[in-house]
Each structure stands twice: as C-alpha cells, then as structure tokens.
C-alpha cells in the first residue's frame, strides 16, 4: 500500500507522525467573525448549507485562518432525514426541527427526496478545486441511531427519551427508520466521496444514552452495515467513526464497525483508551473543548496528556467534541503551536 503524503489522510491509512495531524469538529463556525459575518449576509443556516459558494466558503474559511490539515465539509447531520422526505427548519435560539416527527407519522407516509442531496455534492466539488493539495478533505454524516433521534422526536432532546421508548415498544418499527437512514446514508457519502471528499466520519452524537444491548442493536450493527456498504463501492476511502459517550463500550464498537480509526471524546481516558484499542487503529481526539475555551497552562497540560498517551499509535489530534461559539481565537493559535510544537511548552 502506498502511504499518501497528506498528513492526515496518512494517519488515517496507518502512519505514525512524530507531530500528529490537526483538525477540529465544527471548525467552521461561530467562533470565527468571518462565519458570523458571512451567515448576517446570507440569512439562516439552511440557507447556508444550500448555496454552494457560500458553505464552500465557510468550510474553507478555517483553513486560510489556521492551516489546519484537514478540511471538514460545512453541512448539517440532519441533511439525510431532509432527503428522506422531512420537513427541516433552523430556528433561531431554538435548534433544528424536523417534521412531521415520526412519533406521531409514519415513515411509509414520506417522499424521498434525493434531489436534496445535490447542492451538497456540488460544495464538495468547489471545496476540492480549492483546497491546499496537503489537506485532507473530510466529509461526514450523522450514524442512524443519533439521526433517528431526531426524527422520531422532531428536535434534539437531552436524553433521546422518544426514540429510546420507540425502540423497545417497537423494535420492527424503529429498525425501519433504522434502515432507511442506513440507505440513505450510504448513498450520500458515496456521493460526496464522488465529488471529491477523501475520508468521512460518521457522528453518532446520542450513542451515550443506550444500554450495552441497546447500543449493540442501533449503533454497531447500523455503522457496520454503512462501512461495508461504503467499503463495497469506495474501499480505499478511510471511514472514522465517533460513538461520543460510549465509553466502556469502544472496544466493542472499534472491533466490530469495521470503522478505520475511532474519535473519542473528552471524557474518555488517553491511557485508557491506548490500552482497550486495536494497536493498529488510528485515534483521533480528545481534548475537551473547555479546555480550549480555558486557554493558558490548562490547555498546554491537556495537549501534552493527550500526545503522550497515543505517542505509539496513529493519531489525529481534535477535540472530544465540537469547538464551542466563545472559543478565543487566540487560544486556537496556541493549540496549533502546541501540537507542532511552536514554542508555547517554553
């Protein structure tokens, strides 16, 4: 096999670097007044997401800043159950809304919509044009269990208690939406990998929330149907997988996915993490984006653990979730030194 020269997309294919590759979840964001002033002028997310120049433009707008290794599409998890056939709407202080929430209509009742994807797929290709040959271009979607989430209640909701009682009430019900998000999903990373995304992640944001049975049954099983759905058309295309909260539970999840390297949050043990792994799996994280906000000898102590701890493993230094909206520049810039080891350690 022959190692790619981008540092990222090398890690991902098995290399270990001295100074790990760096990207950051929701790196594209609020955080950066070239975003805010970019969403003042285009109106709301969706509106956003849906015009090609524009979410090219914010997912390149990191980049320029920062120079991080890998570029992360700017889209939405909740574009798939937009495609399946939902009503979708940002509201302002509110978060995304779907509709009709499948707790109170049926799936059978939708209408694909497939169309939808393609302004998503035409980002890509602007972003790829663009991009700096040694970055790696990451695309992503939300994994079924944290996508049915919403779809069964309509929004986000702190303990997923709809679609959790939806699964056990009506486990050949909640398989369906289940699979359909499986299918769906399949189909939209083959797309953006067609124009021109080079690895993805799937985010199961919710995973924490599910019993050992439970996450068996609506995480590892859907996700390793993805990868080998993915695998069977793009074999060389890395996938990363990212259970947040799954805790003891990764082991599991890295063995039986089929994933290529595994995203592990911030409440997750380095040293625990690099002994319970497959020695061979790359690890991305999993610095606690407080930690970021805090700045100063917090953050320097956190990124000295976390590159110790997968010093003998591929590693893909990110946070353990997304970059908060008060995020410091500044301390964004430190975290760059630190990892590449700019003089902030002095």
Do not use: C
Not at 27 to 47: S, T, V
Not at 130 to 144: M, Q, R
Not at 195 to 203: C, D, I, P, S
């Amino acid at each position: 096999m022959t190692i790619p020269t981008k540092p990222l997309l090398a890690v991902l294919k098995g290399e270990k670097r001295a100074i790990p590759p760096i990207w950051l979840m929701r790196q594209a964001g609020r955080y950066l007044p070239e975003y805010r002033a970019l969403r003042a002028d285009k109106g709301g997310f969706l509106d956003l997401v849906y015009d090609p120049d524009a979410a090219a433009e914010v997912t390149l707008q990191p980049l320029r800043r920062f120079g991080f290794d890998g570029a992360i599409l700017f889209s939405d998890i909740l574009i798939v159950p937009y495609a399946l056939g939902m009503d979708l709407t940002f509201e302002a202080g509110e978060g995304p809304r779907l509709a009709p929430p499948l707790s109170e209509a049926r799936l059978a009742d939708l209408t694909p919509a497939p169309g939808r994807l393609e302004p998503v797929y035409a980002t890509v290709d602007k972003v790829a044009r663009a991009l700096d040959p040694n970055v790696t271009f990451l695309g992503f979607a939300g994994s079924p269990w944290t996508v049915a989430t919403y779809m069964v209640a309509g929004r986000g909701s702190r303990e997923q208690a709809e679609a959790r009682r939806l699964a056990y009430r009506d486990p050949e019900g909640f398989g369906a939406i289940i699979a359909a998000v499986e299918a769906m999903t399949i189909d939209y990373l083959s797309g953006q990998i067609g124009a021109g995304v080079e690895a993805v992640q799937l985010f199961d944001s919710w995973s924490g929330s599910l019993s050992p049975a439970q996450f068996e049954q609506w995480v590892i099983a859907p996700t390793q149907r993805i990868v080998a759905g993915l695998k069977a058309r793009h074999p060389d295309v890395p996938v990363i997988g990212f259970p947040k909260g799954a805790g003891g539970k990764l082991p599991a999840y890295a063995e039986a996915t089929g994933i290529d390297a595994i995203g592990v949050d911030e409440t997750v043990n380095p040293e625990w993490a690099d002994a319970v792994l497959p020695k061979h799996m790359p690890v991305q994280g999993n610095l606690d984006p407080l930690a970021l906000i805090t700045g100063g000898a917090a953050l320097e102590s956190a990124v000295a653990r976390i590159i110790s701890a997968f010093r003998g493993r591929p590693h893909i230094f990110n946070l353990g979730h997304g970059i908060l909206p008060d995020a410091p520049i500044a301390h964004v810039e430190q975290l760059l030194r630190l990892v590449r080891g700019g003089g902030d350690r002095a």
